[in-house]
């Protein structure tokens, strides 16, 4: 058994945009999707060590609202193994007290991905561990448009003022509702840029890059990650005197 770390202050939330995992593969002369199978082992190993270690709500990207159009063979290699990642951890999701939800267009996975997905958000529902939120087929514009769209709705029909719309109420019309915004935001594999992530809700996080491609990235780079974000001052505006 491997001790845990006590890290100090932990981040609440933290958000990772998984990256890498194609150009792992081709480093190895291997396909895309041997990348992606890799990947799915540093999910397991990342999801495990946050919650070992205490953090509340984690935020993976794993398929962006841009991702379809990629090849379709690559598109369903990535839904099977959704789907078989799904099955296979929810005992596990249960026994740890892991809460799953998903961040993005639902209706747009393949039924059979929808039918595993609805089921282990169902089976997880109760559990008051940390959250797991998958960004799946998730766009952050296109979030930010169905929530003004639905407080649209609600201002023309009078069941809201359009002065009562504040930050809050923005909040909660979007997939996040009820959660704190991220705290730390991870990237794998070297690119910095945020590619239509979490907009709104990144606002002020604290921002780690590292060229390790995703399939790398286990419990000691997600340590090394905590660490640098301990070191970071946040000030929000304020003085470094003040905070
Ligand atoms: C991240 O790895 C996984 C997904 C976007 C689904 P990539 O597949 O983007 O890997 P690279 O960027 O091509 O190396
Ligand atoms: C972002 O990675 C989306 C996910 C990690 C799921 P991409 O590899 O699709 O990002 P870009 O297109 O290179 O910015
Ligand atoms: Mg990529």
Redesign the pocket.
């Known amino acids: 058994m491997t001790s845990v770390p006590v890290i100090q202050p932990l981040p609440v939330h933290v958000a990772i945009?998984?990256?890498g995992n194609?150009r792992w593969a081709k480093e190895r002369h291997q396909p895309r999707l041997f990348g992606h199978k890799a990947g799915a082992e540093s999910v397991r190993e990342v999801v495990e060590t946050a919650r070992e270690v205490g953090i509340r709500h984690l935020t993976l990207?794993?398929?962006?609202t841009?991702?379809w159009q990629r090849p379709g063979l690559e598109v369903k290699g990535l839904m099977a193994l959704l789907k078989s990642y799904l099955k296979s951890e929810l005992a596990t999701m249960k026994k740890n007290g892991i809460r799953l939800g998903c961040f993005g267009q639902k209706e747009r996975l393949p039924d059979d991905v929808q039918a595993t997905l609805d089921h282990c958000i169902a089976e997880t529902v109760d559990s008051t561990g940390m959250r797991l939120n998958l960004?799946l087929s998730?766009g952050s514009r296109a979030e930010m448009l169905g929530a003004m769209q639905e407080i649209g709705r609600k201002c023309a029909t009078g069941q809201l003022r359009p002065e009562a719309i504040d930050e809050q109420l923005f909040s909660e019309h979007l997939y996040s509702a009820g959660q704190p915004d991220p705290d730390l935001l991870i990237r794998t594999s070297g690119?910095q840029?945020l590619?239509?992530?979490l907009l709104w809700q990144l606002s002020y996080a604290e921002l780690y890059f590292t060229e390790t491609r995703w399939p790398d990235f286990r419990r000691e780079q997600f340590l090394e990650a905590l660490q640098v974000f301990v070191s970071r001052q946040r000030r929000f505006g304020k003085t470094g005197e003040q905070v």
Request: charge should be negative; proline fraction near 0%; glycine fraction near 6%.
């Open positions: 945009i998984m990256d194609g990207y794993a398929f962006s841009e991702n960004s998730y690119e840029r590619s239509n992530f």
